[in-house]
């Protein structure tokens, strides 16, 4: 079945550091491919998506790309910020009916000053 | 727009007592879902609903059950309670099946 495997946490680093985080996975078909973030005591919140091969998405000066010759779709960030700490979750989805997301374990985020 | 809202924020709940868990959304999503999250384990999901009146089973639904009787609404019941469901649920909400889902800030439960 579907699956996302993504890094063990969880991952220190100090202010403008370079961040990756790794995400792979096993899917039938052509899923879209997601990055939530969750912040302390909250829900989890959608950071960037990408729904075909080769593409990108981008937000918050994150990216990822979806690369299907891998089947991964890896997190970065050039300049890591003390607010960007949090539990980062990578997650598939199939476009089909009813189709939820699979999520990784997550991967927690520690920035310091 | 609220967005999705999820009532109560927390809950103790003794053995054998039962509850519900209410989740509303107003961006009038057809898909809904309820997921649990465990330490370490991600999100796994209970139920989900592709519209008012149809709901289906997701990995671990033992234990819950759920209604959709409205677009906006779907609740979540637990009529026995064990130990083994202290975590914390997640209600989210799409607008079609592969789509973005849309999450709720959550309910912290412990069952002792």
């Known amino acids: 079945g579907n699956s996302v495997t993504q890094m063990e946490g969880p991952v220190t680093l100090s202010e403008e550091a370079f961040l990756t985080i790794n995400c792979t996975y096993t899917a039938t078909g052509y899923p879209s491919l997601f990055w939530y973030v969750q912040y302390p005591g909250e829900g989890l919140q959608l950071l960037l998506k990408a729904t075909k091969a080769d593409d990108k998405g981008s937000n918050k000066g994150f990216e990822a790309t979806y690369r299907k010759e891998t089947t991964s779709f890896h997190l970065e960030k050039g300049s890591v910020q003390v607010s960007d700490s949090a539990v980062y979750f990578c997650a598939l989805s199939g476009n089909q009916a009813g189709t939820a997301l699979i999520f990784g374990k997550g991967t927690t985020l520690s920035v310091s000053s | 727009n609220a967005g999705v809202t999820q009532t109560p924020k927390f809950r103790i709940l003794k053995i054998g007592q039962s509850m519900t868990l209410q989740c509303t959304q107003d961006?009038?999503?057809?898909?809904m879902y309820w997921y649990r999250q465990d330490p370490g384990m991600g999100l796994k999901l209970i139920y989900y609903?592709?519209?008012?009146?149809?709901?289906d089973k997701g990995e671990v639904p033992n234990g819950y059950n759920v209604s959709r009787s409205t677009t906006e609404d779907f609740p979540l019941r637990l009529e026995l309670a064990a130990p083994s469901q202290t975590s914390v649920y997640f209600c989210?909400?799409?607008?079609?099946?592969?789509?973005?889902?849309?999450f709720g800030p959550g309910t912290r439960l412990t069952v002792l």
């Open positions: 961006m009038n999503h057809n898909y």
């Open positions: 609903s592709v519209g008012a009146g149809i709901t």
């Open positions: 989210a909400s799409s607008y079609g099946g592969g789509d973005t889902q849309y």
